[in-house]
């Protein structure tokens, strides 16, 4: 199955999401991201189920992980079977140097956030071009499209500019696995993500943002296949 967003073997992305697979053991319960760099995760942990005998369970995060992870021969569960995961590994669009990150490029975040709050331990993988001081890159939001109007004139009262995200090979708008539209609003520097994500959770028909401010790790890879690892300050 073809990743979003990868064309070519990446060694940064790589080496972070190896890395991050060896934080896993048996019997453990896992949350299974979404993107390119959790991909070389949900990989490297299939080849340890079927060289290492190494006996886990997953919980996937959107159809393209679970395709993956079937590939791969990872066993999967639900959050219905098991509400508190051990650990969820995942990658993102950008995290800042307080380890607040921007995920939902791939119009999963929704799913992302809740299996990502349900674990013990949140990893984000990543490379190096997605780190940044402060965050500035663009907010996914799912909204219910019934509240597409709605939630457009509250995100614009916080200063943010949304547009409605377009599929690319189909007419209309993207649907996310929960049926609903993104919104993709530019905030500029965004200087407080704790309280812009808190000020777009109350917006009725905002069903989730893509900012996340409960980042444990962070994986970064680099090149020559060394990965620096950065914890959040408690």
Do not use: W
Not at 22 to 27: E, I, Y
Not at 186 to 213: M, N, R, W, Y
């Amino acid at each position: 199955m073809t990743e979003r967003n990868t064309s070519t073997d990446s060694p940064e992305k790589r080496a972070a999401g190896i890395a991050a697979a060896r934080l896993v053991s048996s019997g453990m319960v896992v949350g299974l991201g979404t993107g390119s760099t959790v991909a070389y995760t949900i990989k490297e942990l299939g080849r340890l189920v079927r060289e290492k005998g190494l006996d886990i369970l997953g919980v996937v995060t959107s159809y393209q992980s679970e395709m993956l992870a079937i590939e791969a021969g990872i066993k999967l569960t639900t959050l219905s079977q098991h509400p508190e995961l051990d650990l969820a590994i995942d990658g993102a669009d950008q995290i800042d140097s307080e380890l607040h990150a921007i995920k939902g490029g791939g119009a999963a975040h929704t799913r992302e956030k809740i299996v990502s709050v349900s674990a013990k331990r949140f990893v984000v993988v990543a490379d190096e071009s997605k780190t940044s001081t402060q965050l500035d890159k663009t907010v996914p939001v799912e909204v219910l499209p019934f509240a597409k109007e709605l939630a457009v004139k509250k995100i614009r009262e916080l200063g943010g500019k949304p547009h409605l995200r377009s599929a690319v090979k189909k007419d209309g708008p993207v649907i996310t696995d929960n049926g609903n539209f993104v919104l993709d609003a530019e905030f500029g520097v965004i200087k407080d993500p704790e309280t812009l994500a808190l000020q777009l959770s109350a917006i009725p028909g905002v069903v989730e943002h893509g900012i996340f401010c409960n980042v444990d790790e962070l994986y970064i890879g680099n090149k020559d296949g060394s990965v620096k690892i950065v914890t959040r300050q408690k």
